[in-house]
């Protein structure tokens, strides 16, 4: 205060002016760290009791600006937000009893970002929370029967639990670790007795791969153990498991694994021992091919089992059908599932189907998939024995299941055979085939971005008055026409700027917008494309598939969801916009897209700029980058000669750092033209030249379509040392010459790939065509000049001749050096 008043009235104008910039400044620093994508690395404790409350700690980067959670699944909320730092947040959950057990996906939304999807597992049981030390058999933990254990294994640890049963009680477990997502965590589970010998164990199973369940019934009163560790003693701090204690019914697999929409069937829930029990099911109408069916009983399973929801009839096998004429005969209409079990060592299953000729169908075996031991190998024969097809290993989410596509050569009666390949079986060797033709689908998915991560820019993040981009495929069977998109749910203030696809694209960009004023929120929107035609009731619909647990390039849990998490989040300090060209692309011509970037004052990051999608025919680099401080890039727009005549909405997305993370804005649409050429040219003939010398190119020209004035056209493809002359040519020119000028560094050999660049004056600008594409100039080195006469010596006058000398003898061939060494030999 001293050193204020000590100063003079124009100084502490100054000084206050210089602090109001100072805070501005700073002020917007700090939003833009805050401006960032967020990360997502995990929750404790990982999972929760449905049908209750629980407090859940979320764990990353860039959270101080929190704002909720994306719940993919129904029955979630939250209730309170606690402490909220940059690296954890605490809130409050609710999860509704109605939540099935298993693995949901949820986000983190911030006020400038979305999160990565991360896993959060809902169980039938309470938590527990692991307490060390636990790692010997004296120090175990206690336990009680229908808990799940929350926990984590360090290297070389091993977490011991001790549990109170009766004789003829069940103990079961269940472990949750490589499907928690963190990494690749392999458990290793057993039940022990109070002497330490293992009762049952459990390392890998075909259900949940490296999480393992088993179940052991208690043979006497007492306290038995339970032992969880990593199969190779390996572990670290995020080696996270949830591990449920109950005397649950774990089922291995069901069968049939799979029904018609809609309807009712009695599936059979298979254990690993071979024990079975029956519940009648209500399979729901919507068509799921991920779906889960869990056990209605009291002791249910923590998580469900496969079952495939489709929208055609089950087949069942009717013993014995082991052989060809024994086969069990299927009278359901085409598409159909074939269903049973290889229920024995050696056994073998038939089928009889009646085909048509040249039906193409796909067969797609599920066994592995849905929990079952067996590595189908699935053959067609016709009605004489003959083989059609036959495939072991077809690929797919589980390789072992069998996969292939046939064409019938002929109508008739076909058998479909089934066997595991080492001639394996037992009660629990289920197997489910579906052989579809033909049927309609559309599907659309973004495409992934990065290699090895399918999360990276699979959401839409809008920032208020800006825009999001992305780009989707789409996958259409049997299904034409135009399409448009309907986006419900949608978050307010926040629109799809895309309508319709059209009937010949196979991708198209989606572009999203949010109003300046629209609020910050989120939703998830079950986007689908629906037929502008009334009479075609194919509705497409989003098939995302995302990785759960990923190592490089092995995947071993992926998740495919329908819905799109669409956020509105903070303005962007950045804007994009594309320079609209004032005259059309043609084809094969080239045009430069300029794309301007507006700052806010104080935001100076790069700007990588992406092009989102390109029409067909169209090419040009994926990426471009606004420098530090700049306002623009180019994209060169390069049209082969195929390309459509129409109208074209190109966007662009920025992505740049803030300083704290990604932020991401598009550009508006923009409206590029493309139309036919005014002119072409044919590969102009091979023109030859010596280094040195001056050379004509010659280009014969075709006027596609009048233009007035006149065009500039050159040649282009050669390096500088070798200047060739441009000309001027007009709509009635039929041939153009090139003087090509050749000197000291002009290189010797092939300039291969030339073209004649001709610039034509159009309405509005002028419009850049490449014709004569291929053209060859040669370039040889200059012949030697020849060699002067050598001078004859001076002969005296008086010198006597010499005698001409004899001619050398000419060489004999090595037939005449026989034949005259045979007339020798004769003498």
């Known amino acids: 205060m001293y050193v204020l008043n000590s100063l003079s009235p124009p100084m502490k104008s100054s000084l206050f002016s210089l602090c109001v910039r100072l805070t501005v400044a700073l002020l917007f620093c700090c939003g833009t760290v805050h401006a960032a994508y967020p990360t997502f690395t995990g929750t404790k404790p990982n999972g929760g009791q449905r049908g209750t409350e629980l407090t859940l700690t979320l764990t990353g980067d860039k959270l101080a600006d929190f704002e909720g959670i994306i719940f993919n699944s129904p029955g979630f909320a939250m209730k309170s937000v606690g402490k909220v730092e940059a690296k954890s947040v605490e809130c409050v959950i609710s999860i509704d009893k109605d939540v099935l057990p298993g693995n949901h996906s949820m986000r983190i939304r911030t006020k400038s970002g979305v999160s990565h999807a991360r896993q959060f597992f809902v169980g039938p049981f309470p938590n527990v929370e692991e307490k060390e030390a636990n790692n010997d058999f004296d120090t175990a933990q206690q336990v009680g029967f229908d808990q799940t254990i929350e926990g984590v294994v360090q290297n070389e640890d091993v977490d011991y639990f001790k549990i109170t049963a009766k004789k003829g009680q069940r103990i079961s477990l269940e472990a949750d670790g490589l499907r928690l997502g963190y990494t690749t965590f392999d458990p290793y589970i057993a039940i022990l007795d109070k002497d330490r010998f293992e009762k049952v164990n459990s390392d890998d199973t075909i259900l949940h791969r490296q999480d393992g369940f088993c179940s052991y019934v208690a043979e006497e009163d007492g306290e038995y153990f339970i032992l969880m560790r990593e199969s190779s003693y390996r572990g670290g701090g995020t080696s996270f498991y949830r591990l449920h204690v109950g005397s649950f019914r774990r089922p291995e697999v069901v069968y049939p694994a799979g029904g018609k929409a809609g309807t009712t069937a009695k599936v059979r829930f298979i254990e690993h021992d071979g024990s079975t029990f029956e519940e009648d099911v209500a399979i729901p109408a919507t068509v799921d091919e991920n779906y889960m069916i869990y056990s209605k009983t009291e002791a249910a399973a923590p998580s469900g089992n496969p079952f495939r929801i489709m929208p055609f009839d089950n087949a069942m096998e009717v013993e014995p059908n082991n052989e060809q004429a024994k086969a069990t005969p299927v009278t359901l209409g085409e598409p159909f599932a074939l269903n049973g079990i290889i229920e024995a060592p050696g056994d073998v299953d038939y089928f009889k189907v009646t085909l048509k000729k040249g039906l193409k169908v796909e067969l797609q075996a599920f066994a592995q998939l849905l929990g079952s031991p067996l590595d189908s190998v699935v053959g067609i024969y016709d009605s004489k024995g003959k083989g059609i097809s036959s495939n072991d290993d077809g690929g797919g989410r589980r390789r072992l299941d069998s996969k292939a596509t046939v064409t019938i050569p002929a109508d008739g009666d076909y058998f479909v055979r089934i066997t595991d390949h080492l001639d394996r079986g037992g009660p629990n060797y289920v197997y489910r085939i579906e052989m579809v033709a033909s049927q309609p689908s559309l599907t659309f998915a973004s495409p992934q971005y990065v290699v090895n991560d399918t999360h990276i820019r699979q959401f ?159 090419s040009c680099l994926g990426e471009q980058t606004i420098p ?200």
């Not at 990923?550 to 956020?567: F, H, K, M």
């Not at 003087?739 to 092939?750: C, D, L, Q, W």
Request: hydrophobic content about 40%; overall charge neutral; some cysteine.
């Open 460 to 618: 839409i993040a809008v920032p208020k008055g800006g825009r999001y981009a992305t780009l989707v495929n789409v996958s259409r069977s049997n299904v034409s026409g135009d399409y448009k998109f309907e986006t419900p749910n949608m978050p307010k203030g926040a629109k799809l700027l895309t309508d319709v696809l059209p009937k010949d694209l196979p991708n198209i960009p989606l572009l999203f917008e949010a109003a300046p004023d629209a609020p910050l929120g989120h939703g998830l929107v079950p986007i689908t494309l629906k037929s502008v035609d009334p009479a075609v009731n194919v509705v497409g619909t989003l098939r995302q598939e995302f990785d759960i647990v990923r190592s490089g390039n092995v995947i071993y849990y992926t998740e495919v969801q329908d819905q799109l998490p669409v956020a509105v989040v903070e303005e962007a300090p950045y804007s994009l916009e594309i320079i609209k060209p004032t005259t059309p692309l043609v084809t094969s011509g080239v045009a430069d897209l300029k794309v301007v970037a507006k700052r806010k004052e104080g935001f100076k990051a790069p700007i990588r700029v992406f092009m989102i999608w390109k029409p067909p025919g169209v």
């Open 628 to 827: 530090e401080g700049g306002t623009e890039c180019v994209f060169n727009l390069d049209a082969n000669a195929a390309v459509p005549a129409g109208k074209w909405n190109f966007t662009v997305m920025g992505e740049a750092d803030a300083g704290n993370g990604r932020i991401y804005n598009a550009s508006p649409f923009c409206e590029v033209t493309t139309g036919p050429a005014y002119l072409s040219a044919p590969t102009m003939a091979l023109t030859a030249v010596e280094q040195g010398q001056d050379a004509v190119m010659v280009c014969k020209l075709e006027t596609l379509q009048p233009f007035t004035g006149e065009a500039v056209a050159q040649v282009l493809g050669v390096p500088d040392t070798i200047p060739i002359d441009s000309a001027k040519i007009n709509k009635d020119t039929k041939e153009v010459s090139f003087t090509v000028h050749t000197g000291e560094k002009s290189p010797i050999g092939k300039q291969g790939n030339l073209f004649v660049r001709v610039d034509v004056p159009v309405p509005g600008g002028v419009s850049t065509h490449r014709i004569a594409l291929g053209s060859i100039l040669r370039i040889d080195k200059p012949r030697p000049a020849p060699a002067k006469p050598a001078a004859a010596p001076a002969v005296a006058a008086n010198a006597p001749k010499e005698a001409p000398k004899p001619a050398a003898p000419k060489p004999l061939s090595r037939l005449e050096q026989l034949r005259q060494e045979a007339l020798a030999a004769k003498k």
